[in-house]
């Protein structure tokens, strides 16, 4: 993912409809009977029958067919034959770039859909903060501390309602925060709009283009923050980055060298941001120590584990209606998101086989009774595929052409290169839109695959995933982010350190109350047996759980 060397306006080759060219589109069997329907709502139910006609425009199949050249890997395969609309603004297709936005009390640095969505959105945060007990309570441990009193930090993440309830924390705790989306699909509108009006500097609106997504990053980061000094205000660049995925970092240090500079501490989460970190640290070009959380004890074996086991299976049935018992099932990767997508799959009845390059998650795979089998031996007969792995190209167009009608295909990875989708945007293929996010392909003798979310991540696509489990990862992003502001110059160097195991612990021990748990405490003799504190941490920094 690299941002565009220039701002070319491409044309979009499946753009909305016009409304003066709606009439000319061409009958559906169903157009005369629908028209009877409409007469006998009656002459007092204009309301009903504009919102009958709307609703049936909106559920007629779509078909795209165009030539699109874009580099496997990019946003731009899956943003830049986006069809007309979806979510909950389907109606409403102009750019938030184009409008100017003001919330209630004047403030109008952010770029969002609707700021008057904004209580919906302040309600979807306060049910989100009842299911985040944890994050909540370190919240109001550490907002009188204020600990990141002068931290100024940019933050990449999905703008989700849990998302919001870490930033706000951030704010109580201190920070002035600026944020944008790391996914083209996943943002919140209203959630968006809730810490627009809140004051905050937030650019992200749901199934954004790709030149959209690089923009908002630029927007972000390029923004200062007003501190204010005697009677006037000084501006001040971020000193501080949270990122999921590495686009804000790799943004700032290619197009922001002077800015990037003065960044004292990074967190990031995800396994592409972190493969991009340690490139930048064996270039000994990183400014500043940088927290990997994504291979944090409190991150892989919750937030990756639980969230995929407690969401795929959702996503997949809200998508497509779709019965899942018995059905046959091949999980790409049998990481911990591979692991919980597995799990999932066989409590609810599914037949699973997996694939995997790395033998010892092989091995793990076939104790728990599921076939480790080649994509391409099987890809013929099952009925639903499932990417896990974070690489790219795990399903190419040679696979796709081999599946049998209506195969599901969805993408549990971060990475939106795991499908080839680009390669289903040619001539002889037909794009039908079901409902949002769910794309039947057609090929030319009949045949159809379920695509789900275009690639993009199904589960922040398609449902949503569990805040009890967000709370885990944002306590530890939190934890991490004071750490480095707060630690002295000496402790950290610039390079890639894992989370202190006396932090995971921490994490783990604030969400243990939530299930009326009781830790036994070692003995003075027992501690001193084992030679550990009687405090924790009770196992050293590079075991596995």
Known sequence: KVPPESESNQDDPTPAVPQSLRAAQPPTPGDSQDRRLIKNLGQNSEAVKASYRREKWRSRSMSISSNVSSSAGSRSSLSSYSSSGSGSDDEDEV???????????GFSDFCIKKISQSSFGRREIQIAEEEMPALMLLRRKLSE?????????LICTHITAQSAVLIETLGACGARVRVCSCN???TQNEVAAALAESGISVFAWKNMTEKDFWWCIDQCVKGD??????????????????????????YMATN???RFAKIIGIVEENVDGIHRLYNLSRAGKLPAPVMNVNESVTKTKFDNYFASKESITDAIKRSTDCMLGGKLVVVCGYGEVGKGCAAAFAGIGCVVMVTEIDP????????????VVRLEDVVHYVDIVVTCTGNKNIVTREHMNKMKKCCILANMGHASAEIDVASLATSELRWEKIRSHVHHVHWPDGKYIVLLAKGGLANHSCTSVPSFVISVTATTHALGLIELFIAPPSRYK????LMPKKLDEYVASLHLTVFNAHITELTKEQATFIQKNRGGPFKNQHYRY
């Open 95 to 105: 750019n938030p770039r184009e409008v100017q936005q003001q919330s209630t009390n």
């Open 145 to 153: 501390e204020r600990s990141l009193n002068g931290a100024r930090i």
């Open 184 to 186: 083209i699909h996943s």
């Open 225 to 250: 923050f007003d501190d204010n000094v005697g009677d006037g205000k000084t501006a001040l660049g971020p000193n501080m980055i949270l990122d999921d995925g590495g686009d804000m970092t790799h």
């Open 256 to 258: 922001l060298p002077e």
């Open 360 to 371: 010892i998650c092989a091995i793990q795979a076939c104790m728990q009774g599921f076939r």
């Open 494 to 497: 610039q390079d890639v350190y």
